[in-house]
């Protein structure tokens, strides 16, 4: 079958770097997005990779291996609005996005 | 974990024709329920909200009389895309949020339909 997993909650303090990781086992592959998602609020596109390396936008970046089926999106200066879950998608063979749980980032002060 | 499907995962249909999408949490209940459409790498855009049993509410900007939106059980949901039109063409993803869960704002996302207007 189709998977995704992801943590369940990561706990991490204002200021510091933070790494959510993604294995994912799917028919196929056409890109893995991450997205971030506040309480009560529509997912916000924060990154889509479909090859292989790290792709950096602004605190944020994200890392593709194809070959292990694996993920991670890097959140770094970690400010309190980071707070969010974080999902974490990927489009496989048939262009159906197959969804992780979703990752609850918690930021302390 | 909860799973939630939806059919068709794709249609292509004539402008003008109506399209029905369904959305359904397999192994949880749903009173509320989300549509969304995705635009090419671009964030969600939340269409409308559907609560089991009662009227959907939707977003400023969607209207209410194309995209019909019912919600009948606590496990089914369904858009449909009436006198569809080519700019209607996209990526349509529901979501549902399980009554039973201990965190009331996690939603479980369909994987999507996609709809092709000629």
């Known amino acids: 079958g189709q998977n995704i997993d992801q943590p369940t909650e990561m706990t991490a303090t204002e200021g510091a770097i933070v790494q959510i990781n993604c294995t994912y086992q799917?028919?196929?592959?056409?890109?893995l997005f991450w997205y971030q998602q506040h309480a009560g609020e529509a997912p916000t596109f924060l990154s889509y990779?479909?090859l292989d390396g790290l792709e950096e936008k602004g605190r944020f970046s994200s890392f593709l291996s194809r070959s292990k089926g694996y993920s991670y999106l890097l959140l770094k200066e970690l400010q309190m609005k980071d707070s969010a879950s974080y999902l974490c998608?990927?489009?496989?063979?048939?262009?159906?996005?197959?969804w992780g749980a979703g990752t609850k980032l918690i930021i302390k002060p | 974990g909860a799973v939630v499907s939806q059919h068709p995962s794709r249609v292509i249909c004539k402008s003008g024709t109506s399209v029905k999408i369904e959305c359904r949490s397999l192994?949880?209940?749903?009173?509320?329920m989300f549509w969304y459409r995705q635009f090419p790498k671009q964030s969600l855009m939340l269409m409308a909200t559907?609560?089991?049993?009662?009227?959907?509410?939707?977003e400023q900007g969607v209207e209410k009389d194309k995209f019909l939106i019912n919600h009948a059980s606590l496990t089914l949901s369904t858009l449909t895309v009436t006198s569809a039109h080519p700019e209607d063409s996209s990526f349509y993803i529901c979501?549902?949020?399980?009554?039973?869960?201990?965190?009331?704002?996690?939603?479980?996302f369909g994987p999507g339909t996609r709809l092709t207007v000629l």
């Open positions: 979501s549902a949020r399980d009554v039973a869960g201990l965190e009331t704002d996690t939603q479980y």
């Open positions: 998608a990927v489009l496989d063979s048939n262009y159906q996005l197959i």
């Open positions: 192994d949880f209940q749903a009173t509320t």
């Open positions: 559907s609560n089991e049993g009662s009227k959907a509410t939707y």
């Open positions: 990779n479909v």
């Open positions: 799917t028919s196929g592959f056409n890109g």
